[in-house]
């Protein structure tokens, strides 16, 4: 029994939504899980955060966890925002290279092949330096330039190239017959000449010789630029073809998110990347803006994981806090379906992600309300939802908006 | 997705612990789930016995319950421990023959062939008495010598017996190409001759030849010795071949256990089994002599077990006051992960065990520490872990030792 086709065929045809329209939102506050340590009292930040207006929510909304990918299993943003989106992560591989283009805001299509490169120091065939003195970003920017004016194509592909920070940059090859299988021309350590970019399974073969003409012409065009004489090539990945957000839900989906990886991500599942400033003020102003254009809107907070990846307790609770103030104005545009929730916990006593379900708040005018006075690790434990995968969510969104088919009659 | 390979491909490598080791305990108190009733007053043992030790840890700890294999199944110990040790124990069959072999703390290896073996009482070519009129134990196993001496090889299969209870006895065959698939010589009622031991399925031929051989030589050498004149085999079984703790996981792994059946389950899954006293103080001490030797600990209390299926509710109450007095002991050895739980529960009303999942108790530096003031069935039931099949247990006691890589980035 595959889920995600099961629900997909049981999604109503637009003609049986509400005339209205509807508002589905994932507030998704990054890393929001946490632990009780002694360290910090025994307390998590949601039960230390002042938080007024979602005490105000929690007993009217139905409370729960979500489990990222699996018991015990720790997920990067990329699996854990994919099983928010309704996919099972454990199913999906994004490679290096693409979160790499998505984390520098490239655009990327399905199909699309990935690199992370390197600019490099070559002393005859051999690389001298694998980061080329870790340049000042604004050199290597200028050298970056240069590349994309130099190779703007080859053959039928078409070679897109963003600058990253030092050494770092990526390039996005768009065009027919591409697939990842192509083995790093970085030899991994200095003293070595380049390897060979050879294809690892038969699929790969016309990425392999893109690949390796990128390489000869970059070097050409890099000869006399030293110590940025040459690049290094590695984490060539194919971007995932993913059926989007309408295709399986028919929603008109947007994102709103301050950092590229996650609309990176968002994009990935078909979802339009709406500007936004920088605050989560601005992000709900987003919202209330483009409420009426799209039936579902992904909104990402970054604040609460950066503040668990540093260990900063005090920190989580401010970002926590922030949101709790910004709340009314998102709730003023009455969302059909709010979920709150994370992508993964960070506990501040481990500053890392972790294995740990995420507290989720789950409100509608359909939802199983639990009369649990606060939204925090231990209400969402004993919340009526239980603690359940990710990838059901965004159904379990969906039939709060009353937009999944009865199964039989 | 294979749930058990895929975190399998998430343990970290050992380069990448902790430098000062680490120490995994999994404490399980035999059938230590029970159910309230009427007739002891509607309390639980674990609600009755007197617990300071295990009171102190609750709030500290993350409380859960572990299913063992799946809803409304009542577990045998072989697949209870099986589930525990992370297998996902609808795939593994355990045969009786080996059930009897590990029973009697016989070395068993992944394919060697196991059967159970009774003495019996043979006129002519008929079994009159298929236990040999019920010899005591210490008869019988004079006779276990005698054929031994007897019998040590047949072609290239060595040959083991061990003596068990009255006219039973085990044997183990270990040698190349032997597989299970053949039917007992035991006729199963008395005044029928023996039947053959023919191979149901073809990968047995040579197991079936090997055993008849067996049982020819064994009537010839007891021919003289009625009424235990003769053998019958029943339960043939082969050990399956299981990837061990150190495969699976990476862990050096030790087992402490006072019967035999437990540590040939722990040894199945490629334990190192210690040599300890009999009480739960003397197990807790050879946990202590060799913690820093091992990073995984399997402590086995069968008294909890015994107590309820004989349906004695104090006796239960006081096997685990015993543990609770002794846990001070083990925890002065700081393990950095302590799971405390049973095998599947053993209800004083019911004197069996039975498919009620079980009380956990997960303590960690990292875990979800719920508050609970006691740990009992229901405040397991309302934990912060939830209630889960016992196979996440191990990869969950990895995680909270951060042993496991981060899936994606």
Known sequence: ?????????LVKQRDAWPSQGVSLVLLVLDGLGDVRHPRFGYKTPLEVAQTPNLNDLAPRSALGRVMPVDYAVTPGSG???????????????????????LG??????????CVRANFCTMKGNVVVDRRAGRP???VSAEKVKLLQKAIPQIQDVKVTLKAGKSHRFAAVFH???LAEGVADTDPHEDGKPLHEPKATRPEAQKSARIIAEFQKRANEALAAHAPLNAILV???AEQPRLPGMEERYRLRSAAIATYPMYRGLAKLAGMKVLV??????????TYSKTRGQYDFHFIHVKGTDMAGEDGNFDQKVTVIEEVDKALPGLLAQKPDVLAITGDHSTPCCMKLHSWHPVPLLLHSDRCEA?????????????????????????????ANAELIDKFGA
Chains 1, 2 share one sequence.
């Open 175 to 177: 065009g027919p017959g």
């Open 79 to 101: 699996p854990a925002h994919l099983g928010l989106f309704g996919y099972d992560p454990r199913d999906i591989e994004i490679g290096r290279g693409v979160l790499e283009a």
């Open 234 to 236: 590695r984490g060539v």
């Open 136 to 138: 000042e970003d604004k």
């Open 1 to 9: 029994m595959d889920y995600a086709r099961f629900v997909q065929g």
């Open 370 to 398: 639990g009369g649990q006075l606060r939204f925090t690790e231990e209400t969402c434990a004993r919340g009526t939802l239980g603690t359940f995968l990710s990838m059901y969510l965004m159904p379990m969104m969906l």
């Open 104 to 113: 520098l805001d490239m655009d990327v299509e399905g199909g699309d092949i």
């Open 276 to 285: 936004t400033g920088e605050s989560v003020d601005d992000e709900f102003a």
